[in-house]
């Protein structure tokens, strides 16, 4: 018979573990926005916590020093971020945050252009579950979680553009109720 204490496992084994994920999490980068990354992660983590992570000094002097060049790489060598703003129009009282962020020429053309595919007379009713009338934009472009690690005026900084629809640009800010 054997004892239970024999199949825990070493002490400190899970703060090991956390520490590899967390230096695999620095390799890749946040926000995690690929499916390359997402996969890499998930690989790493069924490595980790299937298996057992090394105690000895050396190997994780290494393992830092090798994060700390792959993270200084992606430091030195990233494209130049593209600020994106994220925005829905809806035309606003007097002196909303669209009609002071935006261009006064560049606002009228767009509330023409809203009063002509949405008149006024076929709007919904103000009041009404899940009209947008009273609920218009607290700023000129909205939260975006990816741009907490990456400060913007807009929205967030990106380093690449690339969407082809509405749903891989991801705009759930619509959804926000103010």
């Known amino acids: 018979m054997t ?15 956390f520490a590899v994920l967390v230096l695999a999490v620095a390799v890749v980068g946040l926000p995690v926005n690929h499916i390359g990354g997402y996969a890499l992660l998930l690989f790493i983590a069924v490595l980790i916590f299937s298996g057992e992570v090394t105690a000895h000094a050396r190997a994780w002097l290494a393992a830092v020093i090798i994060v700390a060049f792959v993270v200084g790489g ?3 060598f990233a494209p130049p971020r593209i600020d994106e703003g ?9 002196g909303g945050a669209l009609q002071r ?19 006024p ?22 939260f975006s979680a990816d ?10 900084a990106v380093t690449s553009l690339d ?16």
């Open 3 to 17: 004892l239970m204490r024999d199949h825990l496992p070493p002490a400190g084994a899970a703060w090991r573990k």
């Open 74 to 76: 992606q430091w030195f």
């Open 86 to 94: 994220h925005n829905v129009f809806l035309p606003d009282t007097v």
């Open 101 to 119: 962020a935006l261009p006064a020429d560049v606002y009228h053309h767009m509330v023409k252009e809203f009063d002509m595919f949405y008149p």
């Open 121 to 142: 007379a076929v709007r919904c009713k103000s009041g009404s579950v899940g009209c947008w009338q009273e609920s218009y934009p607290a700023q000129a472009f909205a």
């Open 147 to 156: 741009g907490i690690f990456h400060k913007s005026d807009l929205s967030r």
């Open 163 to 178: 969407f082809s629809d509405p749903v891989w640009l991801r705009l759930g800010f619509v959804n926000d109720m103010h």
